[in-house]
């Protein structure tokens, strides 16, 4: 990853808390935890897909507290 990338990232990052806070990124109370764990990680897979192309796969076991986003190399 070169500096701008890291830079953009990381602006990203924190922009997070203020869109929390107005409103744009609405929290939804009936979402379950479970589910909101789901869509997130289908967001970072969508978003490792824009970056960096090909197809994600998602695992999530909530018995081993593991979450796995990998790129398919098949």
Same mark, same amino acid.
């Given at each position: ?9 990381? %602006?990203? *990052? @924190? /922009?997070?808390?203020? &869109?929390?806070?107005? #409103? ?17 990680? %289908?967001? *970072? @897979? /969508?978003?490792?897909? &824009?970056?960096?192309? #090909? ?20």
């Amino acid at each position: 990853m070169n500096a701008l990338d890291r830079r953009t990232m990381l %602006a990203g *990052l @924190a /922009a997070i808390p203020s &869109a929390i806070a107005t #409103g744009t990124v609405a929290a939804s109370a009936s979402v379950s935890p479970r589910d909101q764990v789901n869509l997130n990680a %289908a967001a *970072l @897979a /969508a978003s490792m897909q &824009a970056l960096h192309g #090909g197809e994600w796969r998602l695992m999530i076991d909530h018995d081993l507290h593991m979450v796995i986003v990998s790129r398919r190399l098949s």
